[in-house]
């Protein structure tokens, strides 16, 4: 029998005992907040969401189906944190148009500091990369889009302009 099955019949008796399983289940919802921490939602607000799933899973679960209660609540708050973040993502890509993000940064330009890079070092479309990344603070996927390649790309492209970048000081460093 599974050993969550008393806790469940608690928490479905009495607020005391919802409490105590959520107490329980703290770090279960905290892992499952971290795992998708994202620039939309705060963590607070993902395992806030966390907690909802495990209070919708109390009522919800069926002992008789022949699944273990814990393996339940997980695929649940899992499942519940992962709806939230794709509905906020979608939800703010109606909201705020790339392109006009865009224009927005390039307004901001003057105000910003800029990287001088070294000459030669990096490719025209890495230096791009870098600045938006370091200099205005744009997230890997909003950088993709605008330079118009996947996110694995830009995420490559990335790798290989820092590790240039890494080299080119590390010889300066030992001349």
Do not use: C
């Not at 469940?8 to 005391?16: L, N």
């Not at 939230?84 to 909201?95: I, M, P, S, W």
């Not at 105000?111 to 479309?125: A, H, S, Y």
Request: net charge positive; aromatic share 10%.
């Amino acid at each position: 029998m599974d050993r969550f099955l008393e806790k469940w019949q608690k928490a479905r008796k009495s607020r005391e005992g919802m409490e105590e399983l959520l107490d329980y289940l703290k770090p279960l919802i905290k892992k499952a907040a971290h795992r998708y921490r994202n620039p939309y939602l705060t963590e607070e607000d993902l395992m806030q969401e966390g907690m909802i799933a495990v209070i919708e899973s109390v009522y919800r679960f069926d002992p008789d189906r022949g699944v273990y209660f814990l393996k339940y609540v997980r695929e649940m708050v899992y499942g519940r944190i992962y709806s939230l973040l794709r509905a906020e993502k979608a939800r703010r890509g109606k909201e705020v148009p790339l392109e006009e993000y865009r224009i927005e940064v390039q307004h901001f330009a003057e105000e910003l500091p800029t990287i001088n890079f070294p000459p030669g070092v990096l490719t025209p479309r890495q230096e791009s990369l870098i600045a938006l990344r370091y200099e205005r603070g744009i997230s890997l996927s909003e950088v993709a889009k605008i330079l118009k390649i996947t996110p694995a790309g830009a995420y490559d492209l990335e790798k290989r302009a820092l590790k240039k970048l890494k080299k080119y000081y590390l010889s300066l460093k030992t001349q």
